[in-house]
């Protein structure tokens, strides 16, 4: 069986919402470089919903994959929504990752989040820190911060 | 176009190889151990193939023990030295921060059990040098075992000057030489060597067989119990089609080992002159004292693993020492150990020539990977930080 699945070698070849957004309402970096892995989301905002969305990654095909695929599924969502996402749904919307892959998925959600709450904070919104998990140490990495 | 550079991860048969092997699957089948006239052929057969290996290696045919490969024989050889030197109150051995895992695991084996392990740095170059070798050596150092030819970087070590200095000491010297037999002239008398190891699918032979080389007078500890095999010292019966194709494979890759060698340099030093064009990129390992074949760069601002997936899709075979394709947590040990950070070692690409690559492929791998580094670089928010000048290039 090959390693990754048709779907994520899809995302991983033909990635989409690739970029920058100029101007961004939120961004969001997490990972390290040290790790192997860096993703970088931008948010465009109108109205709470995402009216755009780009990523920057430097790592692996599923980090890539991953990336890609979390900016589909957020992309016109409302805010609310788009809160709600999880590796778990990113994963299996790739159909599966090999279990030392996971941790792309992971990245994928708390980079989203974590531009999110970049334009809460920005805007001085309002908004329960309950959903946001502190990004800074993402468990997955390894050896030396 | 399919194109492998993959060679330090294994080789393809040669005919050659393949063709001895077949007699022995299904007409010379008999087990060597057998008293018919069957198994006594196979004997015959496994005896020739011991003296031309040893002919190659410059020792006797009895001196020969055939394994499973590499690392069968890299473990047994320092589990035997580690016996012979507990038996005479040594436990301290020397070695080097980037030898293959089958050499460092074994070794943390040894020092949960007492032993005392030096493991010597290497350079910037990836080299180490007889006279570190020689400051290291104690009073009660066992086994002195460091790497002919490294697998991932290709360097090639002064194993004949590190032999002189570990006899005229008396200790021990073992090489794991599995990515430099068949690629590089090898004599265990010249060069000092008391036990060597390795693997015939390294030089176009088959997967599953290998030779350990341990001087006359050097009992080897079992490290497979059971049969007579092999005088006693690894068990099981031989594999005689593997033993015949390994022969035959070493053969005629020492025999070709100066026209060879010609042709894989002249591609290798194209290779890194193109490659040496991409901004921000390093060649791992001295640029002339390495394997004819090997080829291997860091890529500031990339990741290594989705560098292999596009470039198997633009059908070329290579290999990576970031941690994604290993499914480790580190990157390549060997890179880090050569000096190069975590974050420059993910970014890592080895290819790995035989002659059966043209010097068109070359031409095509430069122009692949140029096009591939720039593509993920574009997407690599890394990459970004450092163009705008947020962060600082470690490679200049």
Redesign the interface.
């Known amino acids: 069986m090959a390693l990754y699945s048709e779907k994520v070698?899809d995302h991983?070849?033909n990635?989409r919402n690739?970029?920058?957004i100029e101007n961004a309402d939120g961004i969001g970096?997490v990972g390290n470089?040290?790790?192997?892995?860096?993703?970088?989301i931008y948010l465009k905002i109108e109205n709470d919903i995402i009216a755009d969305v780009k990523f920057?990654?430097?790592?692996?095909?599923s980090?890539?994959a991953s990336s890609s695929m979390a900016t589909e599924m957020i992309k016109g969502k409302p805010l609310s929504e788009a809160l709600t996402l999880t590796n778990k749904a990113v994963a299996e919307a790739l159909d599966g990752l090999?279990t030392?892959?996971l941790h792309c998925s992971v990245l994928a959600e708390e980079a989203i989040k974590s531009a999110i709450r970049d334009y809460y904070e920005r805007n001085g919104i309002e908004y329960d820190h309950k959903l946001f998990p502190d990004c800074g140490s993402c468990g997955h990495?390894?050896?030396?911060q | 176009m399919k194109i492998y550079v993959d060679n330090a991860a294994t080789t393809k048969m040669s005919r050659a190889a393949v063709e001895a092997m077949l007699p022995y699957m299904s007409e010379i089948y008999g087990n060597p151990s057998s008293l018919h006239s069957d198994g006594q052929a196979a004997a015959e057969a496994l005896y020739s193939a011991r003296e031309r290996i040893a002919a190659v290696l410059g020792c006797t045919a009895k001196e020969i023990t055939f394994t499973s490969g590499g690392s069968e024989s890299d473990t047994q050889a320092i589990i035997t030295a580690a016996k012979l030197g507990e038996s005479k109150g040594k436990k301290h051995i020397i070695s080097t921060a980037f030898e293959h895992h089958a050499v460092l695991h074994t070794l943390e084996a040894l020092e949960k059990q007492g032993f005392e392990i030096t493991l010597l740095d290497i350079d910037e170059y990836g080299l180490i040098t007889a006279e570190q070798v020689k400051n290291a050596l104690r009073e009660d150092t066992c086994l002195v075992t460091v790497m002919f030819a490294n697998n991932e970087i290709g360097t090639i070590q002064p194993i004949g000057e590190i032999g002189a200095v570990c006899r005229a000491a008396g200790v021990l010297f073992h090489t794991d030489a599995v990515q430099a037999v068949g690629h590089l002239n090898i004599n265990v008398i010249e060069q000092n060597i008391d036990i060597l190891s390795l693997s015939a699918h390294k030089f176009h032979g088959p997967k599953g067989a290998g030779v350990l080389y341990a001087r006359k007078g050097i009992a080897l500890q079992n490290v497979i119990f059971g049969g007579a095999q092999e005088r006693g010292k690894r068990a099981g019966t031989e594999n005689i089609p593997a033993i015949m194709g390994m022969a035959k494979a070493l053969e005629d890759s020492a025999a070709n080992i100066s026209a060879n060698s010609e042709k894989l340099i002249k591609m290798r030093n194209r290779l890194i002159n193109g490659l040496s064009e991409i901004p921000h990129s390093i060649l791992n390992g001295d640029r002339e004292k390495r394997l004819p074949g090997n080829v291997n760069f860091c890529f500031e601002?990339?990741?290594g693993?989705?560098l292999l997936?596009?470039l198997d899709?633009k059908g070329i075979a290579a290999s990576s020492g970031?941690?994604?394709?290993s499914?480790a947590?580190?990157?390549s040990h060997v890179l880090l150990a050569l000096g190069r950070?975590?974050?420059i070692a993910?970014g890592s690409l080895r290819l790995s020539l035989s002659v059966e690559n043209t010097d068109e492929e070359i031409e095509y791998i430069i122009t692949a990977v140029k096009e591939v580094v720039e593509y993920l670089r574009s997407?690599?928010?890394?990459?970004?930080d450092l163009v705008s000048g947020k962060k600082e290039f470690v490679i200049k």
């Open positions: 070698m991983f070849r990635p690739v970029g920058v970096e470089a040290k790790c192997g892995d860096i993703m970088k920057e990654t430097f790592g692996c095909g980090a890539i090999p030392h892959k990495c390894c050896g030396e | 601002g990339i990741e693993e989705s997936l596009l899709d970031s941690a994604c394709t499914g947590l580190d990157p950070p975590h974050e993910h997407m690599s928010p890394v990459w970004r």
